[in-house]
């Protein structure tokens, strides 16, 4: 389905941290964050979500698939994480369908969008999981 490249930077971070209300200082200080056992700024949990959306992997999915963006809802999403995402760290995401079903006698159908994601070592660090959710 789509690779992205996602750079994680320690400013993008601090800003996303205090965009979503998170207030724990090892997501905007250093020095909390390596008293902490990282080796930098730690990635809030829906980081990765929000990173790889801006990407662009999923509104191109929707446009190959010719899904007007008027017609979609956001489902669901759930992540399992495996290892730290930290500032300057480079995650690769790889973004593919799952599934796609519908309900409703076709009204709603269900795009399963599961992507994995890996550090510049090759190291999974998480899976994230999407509905999006297709009105007819």
């Known amino acids: 389905m789509g690779t992205s490249v996602l750079p994680i930077e320690r ?16 997501y905007s200080d250093l020095e909390a964050a390596r008293a902490a056992g990282y080796g930098d ?3 809030p949990p829906t980081f990765l979500f ?20 008027s017609s979609i809802l956001h489902g669901e999403q759930s ?3 495996f290892a730290p995402v930290v ?3 480079e995650i690769t995401a790889t973004s593919r ?5 519908d309900k409703r006698g076709g009204a709603l159908e269900f795009i399963d969008l599961e992507t994995e994601a890996v550090n510049q070592t ?8 999407s509905l999006i959710v297709v009105r007819s």
């Open 50 to 69: 929000a990173a790889n959306l801006d990407s662009g992997v999923t509104f191109r999915l929707l446009e190959d698939m010719a899904i007007p963006l």
């Open 122 to 129: 090759g190291e999974a660090v998480a899976r994230l999981r």
């Open 97 to 101: 369908i799952g599934d796609i079903y």
């Open 11 to 26: 400013g993008r971070l601090k800003f996303f941290a205090k965009a979503t209300g998170e207030t724990d200082p090892i």
């Open 79 to 81: 992540f399992e994480y």
């Open 41 to 43: 700024i730690p990635a």
């Open 87 to 89: 500032a300057g760290d």
